[in-house]
């Protein structure tokens, strides 16, 4: 073998190791960035959406009687649960399991907010749900107003209810699940009952674990 042939041979084997070593570098790189899957859950009830679901646009009103859109549920973690403050049974317990839970929260994860949207917006008052939140805590609050606005709402949030007249006084049959709103503003996790306030607090820890994981890795 000449020496002009021993240089052609080398350099084709440099070009088919640097093409293979930047083919393995790019992969790496990709494997790297790919998202991590979302945790499975269902020891606690929970499934995690991979990508939050966007929710339907509304324009509805708090405990304070200000106007609240979709985009207030930005920038931090909201507990949503569909319900009324003349619910006898579920819904009081709902909230309680939230109170009890927001109390075993380590300080080290960011505070959440709990959201009760109102089935019974005729009865249920801004006035009403202030009252009635309070007895919660601050981070509680109320959503009221246009009947159909909060059915698109509430299925966005994979949750229906359901008006009935019992012995002349209206009764609303309603979802059990709490809905986990991302910092995005998306449904990101349903939580099924039964809840279990510690069960609760270990979910959401891992969300935003897994969720946390995720954006450093996006951002890297």
């Known amino acids: 073998m000449n020496r002009s042939v021993r240089i052609t041979v080398v350099a084709l084997v440099l070009v088919v190791l640097?093409?293979?070593g930047l083919v393995i570098a790019r992969q790496a790189l990709f494997v790297d960035k790919e998202p991590i899957p979302a945790p499975d859950l269902a020891e606690l009830n929970t499934f995690v959406y991979d990508q939050g679901r966007?929710?339907?646009?509304?324009?509805?009103?708090?405990?304070?009687?200000?106007?609240?859109?979709?985009?207030?549920?930005?920038?931090?973690?909201?507990?949503?649960f569909v319900g009324y403050t003349n619910c006898p049974d579920i819904c009081p317990v709902a909230?309680?399991?939230?109170?009890?839970?927001?109390?075993?929260?380590?300080?080290?994860?960011?505070q959440p907010d709990y959201l009760l949207i109102s089935a019974d917006p005729e009865h249920d008052t801004p006035e009403k749900l202030d009252t009635y939140m309070g007895f919660f805590g601050e981070h509680f609050h109320g959503l009221t107003g246009d009947l159909d606005t909060t059915r698109a709402l509430a299925k966005s949030l994979n949750a229906v209810f359901v008006h009935r007249?019992?012995?002349?006084?209206?009764?609303?049959?309603?979802?059990?699940?709490?809905?986990?709103?991302?910092?995005?503003?998306?449904?990101?996790?349903?939580?099924q009952p039964p809840h279990k306030p510690r069960q609760l607090a270990e979910a959401f820890e891992r969300i935003y674990q897994w969720a946390r994981a995720n954006r450093e890795r996006a951002g890297s």
């Open 18 to 20: 640097l093409v293979f």
């Open 54 to 80: 966007p929710l339907a646009p509304f324009s509805l009103t708090d405990e304070t009687g200000k106007t609240v859109t979709r985009d207030d549920l930005k920038g931090h973690w909201t507990f949503a």
């Open 95 to 110: 909230m309680t399991n939230l109170r009890q839970m927001d109390q075993l929260l380590p300080k080290t994860l960011p």
């Open 165 to 191: 007249q019992e012995n002349g006084q209206l009764q609303v049959d309603h979802s059990g699940h709490f809905a986990l709103i991302n910092p995005d503003g998306e449904l990101q996790a349903v939580i």
